[in-house]
């Protein structure tokens, strides 16, 4: 088995402030992604990364910036955090199967506020 | 673009009970369907999947079936206990291949509570 870990736990920000979150796996897993929950709204996709130094936007990029330097890590940067914003960022890593949809395994998430 | 669409935003139900959450997808071809449930400070976990018309995905008790007619893969669990409280995911990946990385389009969920 492997994990997925997210820090910070918390992250509490000021309006306009640049924050980043970190991911860790230990699957070996050649996909990572970043999503974000809202109450209400499910999760929606930010980036992802195929491989080590890919990047490829999902349908939430713009205010995000992210890196993925080794296979096993991937960060996640909002780039000007929002007044009285509130949500859940969760990482998740996949197998590469070639295109074929496969399992996400998810971190516990890290809860930003924005004062 | 696809997408998934769950019926219910809450279930409140007693222990024994019959569970449906009702989940329909939009999508071209045969996408894989899954569902996902996640406990209050935990991220999602994969329950199952289904990659076919009429196959059946099942685990801990829980269980869908594909159904391409209806575009449906709604989730049912003959007997809920209080244990199962939390919040279900259906979610597809896309059919399409060219451009696929395998990433989920998941639906906005389903707050289960199973009072004693």
């Known amino acids: 088995g492997g994990i997925i870990t997210q820090t910070p736990k918390f992250l509490i920000g000021q309006e306009g402030q640049k924050l980043t979150l970190k991911c860790q796996q230990n699957?070996?897993?050649?996909?990572m992604y970043w999503y974000r929950q809202d109450s209400g709204k499910g999760l929606r996709l930010i980036y992802y990364?195929?491989?080590?130094?890919?990047?490829q936007k999902g349908d939430l990029s713009e205010g995000y910036d992210a890196s993925r330097e080794k296979k096993s890590s991937f960060s996640l940067t909002v780039t000007s955090a929002q007044k009285n914003e509130m949500a859940v960022f969760l990482c998740?890593?996949?197998?590469?199967?070639?295109?074929?949809?496969?399992?996400?395994?998810f971190g516990a998430g890290t809860r930003l506020s924005v004062l | 673009g696809d997408s998934v669409t769950q019926t219910e935003g809450q279930v409140a139900l007693s222990e024994e009970d019959f569970l449906t959450i009702h989940c329909n997808y939009s999508?071209?071809?045969?996408?894989?369907l899954f569902w996902y449930v996640q406990y209050p400070g935990e991220g999602p976990q994969f329950l199952f999947r289904a990659s076919r018309d009429k196959e059946k995905g099942s685990s801990r008790g829980f269980e869908a079936t594909y159904n391409k007619e209806t575009t449906s893969f709604h989730l049912q669990k003959a007997s809920v206990q209080e244990s199962d409280s939390a919040v279900y995911y259906c979610a597809l990946g896309s059919a399409n291949t060219g451009a696929n990385t395998g990433k989920l389009t998941f639906g906005h969920g389903t707050i289960l509570r199973v009072h004693p």
């Open positions: 999508a071209s071809g045969y996408p894989a």
């Open positions: 990364s195929i491989t080590e130094n890919d990047l």
């Open positions: 699957f070996n897993h050649d996909t």
């Open positions: 998740a890593s996949s197998i590469w199967l070639g295109g074929r949809q496969n399992t996400l395994y």
